[in-house]
Structures are given as C-alpha cells and as structure tokens.
C-alpha cells in the first residue's frame, strides 16, 4: 500500500538555526499538506500546496515558514530561524484531486530546538 | 467555544465492550467528517470518513447529525489493539478549503 515518507524522523537543532523536514506524498496524489502537534496537543494545519503553489495556510505559517516541490516527488517545509516554541511533530499528509479529501499522513519528524 | 470538541476521556474499558464517542463541531459551514486514530507518538491514521447516512466498517460505525454538528463513533466487540487515541476531525469548512480541523482526541484503553 503506497504511503507518504518523511525524513528525518528525528531532527535536533539550535535556536535561530534553518531546518528543512522532506516528504515524499503518495505518488499520484496532487494536494499536499504539513500539520504539526506540539507534545501534548491537538494537531494543528500549517499549509496545503496545490499546483506548485501555496491554496491555503493557517496563522502559524509566518514568514518563517516556506514550502516547496523542488522536484516531482518531494516536499519540503523549511522553517528560517527556528523559535524554541517552533519544537513539535511536523506531520507531511496528501490526498487526491477527486472525491473527498481524505487526507494521508506520514510518519512525522520530531523537531527539537534546544 | 472550540471549533471540534471532544471527551478527552480516558474511556477504559474491558475487552468485548461496546463503547461510543462523540464529537461536536462549530462551524455549519464545515464540508467532511472523519474519524482519525492515533497511537503514542505516530501519526493519525485514517479509520473513517462519516457520511450524512451512516456507514460501517466491520466493527466500526460513525454516525453525522448535521442539524445538531454531532459526530459519534461506535466501537464493538473491543480488541485490545483498539487502544489509542480517537481523534474527530472535520474539513472543508468553505468551499475549496481542505484544511482539516482536529479535535484533541478521546484517549480509550482496552482491558485484557
């Protein structure tokens, strides 16, 4: 069964530093999304991608956010100038064009900012 | 008031039981329904998406009430692998927006 990947599972970095977490969506899906879920709670939309360009985001995606499809089969979130409020599960998901949009999640990266 | 309110629970019951969780959403406008589980640290996986009609799958049936922005799930016949973390969720709450919205889940423990 096809699924969406995402590397690294587990990233660790230093406030004020750049990350970029990739996914990889499930190969004949066109709409793309990251959620995150800070430890503890609820998860939370961050972007949708459609058509090479950003369809919706939330209040959380800031300046400091940006996404990207630098080739046909990765997305990638990349966050600037990490904040120490910035640590969280980043959760890659997909879903197809038609019908309902039910939405397929990757493994997660675990972002942690010391 | 939150825009998808559950019971965060948690609900421990023994194996075999019938349990039932229930869901509230907000927003009229809102577009589709799902039922998501969530085991400890992992992502939210897909149990159902919830019609106006009804629907089951195996020991599963999620209900909508639309008039009352109700969601409910029912869980037969309890497995021990049922223990997780039940999360409601509901999309589309404009035309054309496919953000989806999660409740905090409703944690259940299934007893040996």
């Known amino acids: 069964e096809p699924e969406v990947t995402q590397t690294p599972s587990h990233q660790v970095t230093q406030m004020g530093q750049e990350v970029i977490l990739r996914c990889v969506p499930i190969s004949n899906h066109l709409y793309f999304y990251w959620y995150r879920q800070i430890l503890g709670q609820k998860v939370e939309f961050l972007v949708s991608?459609?058509?090479?360009?950003?369809?919706?985001k939330s209040e959380i995606f800031d300046d400091q956010f940006s996404v990207e499809r630098p080739d046909g089969s990765n997305f990638t979130l990349k966050i600037r100038s990490t904040k120490l409020e910035d640590s969280a599960m980043y959760f890659c998901?997909?879903?197809?064009?038609?019908?309902?949009?039910?939405?397929?999640f990757g493994p997660g990266t675990r972002l942690t900012v010391l | 008031r939150k825009e998808v309110e559950q019971d965060p629970g948690p609900f421990n019951v023994p194996e075999g039981a019938t349990v039932a969780f229930n869901c509230t959403y907000s927003?009229?406008?809102?577009?589709?329904f799902f039922w998501y589980r969530q085991d400890c640290r992992k992502e939210p996986k897909l149990l159902m998406s919830v019609y106006s009609s009804g629907n089951e799958d195996g020991r599963f049936t999620a209900q909508l009430n639309r008039a009352s922005q109700y969601i409910s799930l029912l869980i037969r016949d309890s497995k021990l692998s049922d223990s997780a973390t039940y999360l409601c969720?509901?999309?589309?709450?404009?035309?054309?927006?496919?953000?989806?919205?999660f409740g905090s889940g409703t944690r259940l423990q299934v007893q040996p």
């Open positions: 927003n009229s406008a809102s577009q589709s």
């Open positions: 998901a997909s879903s197809p064009l038609a019908g309902v949009d039910e939405q397929f």
């Open positions: 969720v509901v999309g589309g709450m404009d035309t054309g927006r496919r953000a989806l919205t």
């Open positions: 991608f459609y058509n090479n360009e950003i369809s919706e």
